[in-house]
């Protein structure tokens, strides 16, 4: 079993500004990822409301972040974390190959994305459907495909989407988007985008691959196909909480962390930030607020169980 004073699950934006904040104040941490450092900035390609950057991509963005965090040393190690345990000393995190005993954990852990539940959707991931752009993109070259959902992060990767392929159709359930105003703007103004809203999907169909997306409209209630050879899913998020032992009590009921305005969770020595806890906002701004917060009050805690030792 590894000892550390803090162990921080996720090395996204919050895990990391958390490891920096931590590593600075001479604490003894180390940062777990079931995947490559920098979180869900990777599954976009640009990045327009960073403070200092300007237009970023998602790539160069997150290099700069690894690159901070690696030149302060900082221990950022694979581990896919299964599990976490109130444990006398503090608490025991269990990966796929490791425990490590640590008296503060912070969770970072994220979000990932919500799926429709439309007949075939299981069936063709990885077969022309997909949740993430800027990973999957590429393989529709010059191709129709559909982006579902009316948000952020539908209307930016249907930007994206229009640079490489023939054309995006963007389907959405409500009348307008809730996007905001200068994305739909550029989305109205793209001529490879095609807006389809007040329609639902209701499944999709084809025979080894996607082949068309079976949509309704609600306002007349017609049924139709669109035909596709892609279709990318953005609606919505749901927190990455599964390893969160149910008797801890920290979730809400959709799986967010609750915490305290100090990242505190109804345990003591448990922080969480960022995305996988209860906000209005999850953007990198908001996960880096939260990961410096957090970690200020991992400091504080971990100086108060010395002092009282
Ligand atoms: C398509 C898209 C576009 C976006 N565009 C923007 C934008 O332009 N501007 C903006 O400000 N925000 C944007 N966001 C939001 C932004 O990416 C998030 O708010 C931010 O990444 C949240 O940071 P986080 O550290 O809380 O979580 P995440 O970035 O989700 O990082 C969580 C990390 O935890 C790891 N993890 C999860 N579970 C485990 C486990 N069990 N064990 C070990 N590791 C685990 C994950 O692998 C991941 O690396 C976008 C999001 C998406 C999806």
Redesign the pocket.
Known sequence: MKKHELVI????????MAAIYAKRANKDVVI?????????????Y?????LGFGRVT?EELVQKMVTHLHDLEIDDTY????RIDKHEEGFIVT?DNDEYQAQAVII??????KTLNVKNESRYVGNGLSY???CDGIFFENKDVAVIGGG??AL??SNYLSRICQSVTLIHDLSDFTANSGLIKRIRNNPKIFVLTDTKVKGFLGSDAIEGIEVINLKTETNSIIPVHGVFI?VG?KP?T??INNDMAVTNEEGFIRVTPEMQTNIQGLFA????TKKDY??????IS??AIAALGAIKYLDNCLKAR
């Open positions: 699950i996720g090395c996204g934006p919050a895990g990391m777990l990822d079931k995947s490559t450092p920098g979180g869900r900035i990777r599954s976009t640009q990045v327009d409301n960073y998602a581990g896919f974390v299964k990966t970072a852990t994220g979000t990932n994305p993430c752009a800027v952020d992060s930016e990767e953005y998020n990455e599964g390893f930030c960022g995305d996988v999850r953007l990198i701004a908001t996960a939260d990961g």
